[in-house]
């Protein structure tokens, strides 16, 4: 099989060829077919994450080795399964849950396996979707997407099951409460959809980019502000003339973080994404006084991304905005180059020519 792995040692991205699995067990392989290309890959391809003043995270730290095959938006045809698979057959177009955990601990017990402290991640730990094959390990993680535009479907594991187990942590809200979402990427965008979908009136999208805002405001954001490197509480109340109850913010720097909190409003909920790196500094008493909610949302679990597809299904989910590229090394390369110069609007999914 053929791998476009990243090297990080010179943040390279190259073929690799190596033997193709056999699946044991209750393993899946899969020919890929549909591989979406994540905004977090591009810090997996520098080899390390910002965490503001305490320095940087390395790859290393997060279990993972000096190069790794990204990728965790998958869409592929099963080809081959191990001897204890019941429900998944050759010929089956799945969806992969690539967020997984030891399965042992308390957390992957209870459901909760992106919340495990020794992470397995298809795309991380484990070899993903920059590839023409994938090895998932049980047909548990395997979801059908009959009916769906498999690369949309793609989109969902990822970009699409971060923004919906984000608004799960500040729902429920009355359909006219403000939520704010900064970011109007494709992760932004995607929650902004959900919200329309689950009939949500009152979003307001926060972007740098003026196109990001009009594919937000497409998806049914009610409001939109251009920020700049300026902004501000002030700024953002200058425009807007109020707070949010909730804001989902898929930055999550330095700047949108204190924005954030000094703009949410008494009793508030900020539910923070982006892996942007930077740091808050919070006044404790503020913190109390004002009654503010601050939580992490890391991705999503198997039972939300089970959700998320069959809200897919209902079709009341408008899908979101995709660009196309080869599923190949020069595809894979050009697709993170594009993203990190913010070339991009919505999200890119690479198609083989299998
Ligand atoms: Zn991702
Ligand atoms: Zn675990």
Avoid at 4 to 32: C, M, N, Y
Avoid at 81 to 89: E, F, L
Avoid at 178 to 198: C, E, K, Q, R, Y
Avoid at 245 to 259: R, Y
Wanted: aromatic share 4%; proline share 4%; with cysteine.
């Amino acid at each position: 099989m053929k791998s476009f792995a990243a090297f990080t040692a010179d943040q390279s991205i190259r073929e690799v060829e190596s033997e193709t699995p056999s699946p044991a067990g209750k393993e899946v392989l899969l020919r890929i077919t549909h591989s979406g290309v994540c905004h977090s890959d591009i810090h997996a391809r520098q080899g390390h994450f910002d965490l503001g003043s305490r320095g940087k995270m390395s790859l290393a730290a997060r279990g993972m080795g000096e190069s790794i095959v990204m990728g965790h938006e998958i869409v592929g045809e099963v080809v081959a399964v191990g001897g204890d698979v019941v429900d998944k057959k050759v010929g089956d177009r799945l969806l992969v849950y690539p967020w997984l955990g030891c399965g042992e601990c308390t957390r992957c017990l209870d459901g909760r396996e992106n919340a495990c402290t020794r992470s397995r991640t298809i795309g991380g730990q484990l070899p993903g979707g920059y590839a023409d094959h994938v090895l998932v390990p049980n047909e548990k993680y395997l979801l059908d997407i009959n009916g769906l535009d498999p690369s949309w479907a793609a989109t969902l594991a990822c970009s699409g099951v971060t923004s919906f187990s984000a608004i799960n942590k500040v729902l429920p809200l009355p359909p006219e409460a403000p939520i704010a979402v900064i970011g109007a990427g494709g992760v932004g965008l995607s929650a902004i959809a959900i919200l329309t979908a689950m009939g949500h009136r009152n979003t307001i999208a926060l972007d740098l980019n003026t196109a990001n805002l009009e594919l937000a405001a497409a998806a049914g954001a009610t409001h939109t502000f251009l920020m700049d490197s300026e902004s501000s509480r002030a700024t953002v109340v200058d425009a807007l003339g109020f707070s949010p109850d909730a804001i989902i913010d898929f930055v999550n720097n330095s700047q949108t973080s204190t924005l954030g909190f000094d703009w949410i409003v008494k009793g508030g909920i900020m539910v923070q994404v982006g892996l942007f790196g930077g740091e808050l500094v919070v006044p404790t008493t503020l913190l109390a006084m004002k009654m503010i909610t601050l939580r992490g949302s890391f991705v999503g679990n198997l039972g939300e991304l089970t959700e998320l597809v069959e809200l897919a299904k209902s079709g009341q989910l408008p899908q979101a905005p995709v660009s196309f590229g080869p599923l190949s090394e020069d595809g894979v390369r050009n697709a993170l180059d594009a993203l990190e110069a913010r070339l991009v609007s919505g999200r890119v999914v690479l198609v083989a020519n299998n």
